[in-house]
């Protein structure tokens, strides 16, 4: 670093600009490329371009100096250098000052080198903006914890970081012709909230000066499109941020993007259909296909119907008894007990059945499966099961052995509604910083009336790790981490 900055100051000694406002470029790289697919060795195609791009190798011999330029989209050219075209003068300055990482723009000629490589020869070159660091080797490689708190540097230097950059805008731009193409309309909805619900969760809790009063950041997206559906726009989604006070690992952030959609006149089997339908046509925008191609290089065929299996009939299964909603709370803790499942004192049966089943069911669902019927306790905003008050018409979608979404035949009831909501207040009191707050306003929309309605969120996220086989932290550009 010092040395460069030394260069830095030369340059501007002797007049030259490291970082001018603006440099010629006629063509990108890519389209260079494009022009002169297959030309033969030593060829001069008489075409002057202006191009420019970031050096990522250079050589630098007696009479002829030679540079590789990458531009954003990772196409790399080759620029040389000659004593004969460029002069004394200009390829000492270039030997001088020019680094790897820094940014170049060369004009001059279209050939090809003996070795048949598509390069641009040289009569004159601008530094466009002087690197003062240099970039890892490829003996030095980054690792996880650089990539991800500098993931400027992971962009350069990694082409799969890249990748997933447009994987993920890929997959959102799908997302939004699905829901668009069923007549759902995109809305945006508050971040910064009065009350926080919608979801089990701890908040983030900042304050307004101007209202003199505490706000949360949002936990979910659902209390206020459900608004929204009240109010008439029966088919309404919001691809938006969301943000939980809890704990940071491989599947977990603080701050991630959240998909959420409701359907009026839906249930939680249309939102099956539809959330297939949104997961596969990624897959297809991805890979061009249902089967998807992880980092390890596996593939696995996300198409076809998917599996369908009931909460307490997968959990019987797997601890090989016959576990229902009136399994005694004695009995579960006995099964946990014996499986090594720790338990808060303070749960109930609902809750102790939810924690075994995370704990012994979810990791082995690994082909795509929706678990159907959860015990109600554990769904405060879903309504009942229309066969069985003891449930809830609600599944989770697993694939992988993670969840990546949840849908819910929404509970529209306001007097039952108060009524959970009520419950869920007194944890709070109790000292639940899960638990949710009690919504009035909420709950007057709800009495002004909601039709049935189908109701559905998926983690964009969780999306990209699906398709990709990759961790959490690599799906999301800027991750929070811990300060340095």
Known sequence: MRIRREKRAAMLESGIEPYPVQIARTHSLR??????????????????????GRVIFVRNTGKLCFATLREG???????MLSLAVVGEEELARWKANVDIGDFVAVHGEVITSRRGELSVMADSWTMAAKALRPLPTAHNELSEETRIRQRYVDLVVRPQAREMVRTRATVVRTLRAVLERQAYVE??????QLLHGGASARPFVTHANALGQDLYLRIALELFLKRAVVGGIERVYEINRVFRNEGIDSSHSPEFTMLEAYQAYGSYDTMAELTRELVQESARAVFGSTQVTHADGSVHDLGGEWRSVTFFGALSEVVG??????????????LAADRDVDLKPEW???????ELFEKLVEHTLVEPTFVRDYPIGVRPLTRRHRDDPRLAEAWDLFIFGGELATAYSELVDPVDQRERLHAQSLRAAAGDPEAMQL??????????GMPPTGGMGMGVDRLLMTLTGVGIRETILYPLVRSE
């Open 31 to 52: 389209e260079v490329r494009a022009a002169h697919p297959d030309l033969a060795p030593d060829t001069a195609t008489g075409d002057i371009v202006d191009v420019a």
């Open 73 to 79: 989209d990772g196409t790399e050219l080759q620029a």
């Open 187 to 192: 809305i945006e909805t508050p971040i910064l």
């Open 321 to 334: 008894k016959d576990v229902g909603p009136d399994t005694s709370v004695i009995d579960l803790r006995a």
């Open 348 to 354: 109930g049966a609902d809750d102790i059945a939810l």
């Open 439 to 448: 919504d009035e306003d909420f709950l007057r929309a709800l009495e002004y």
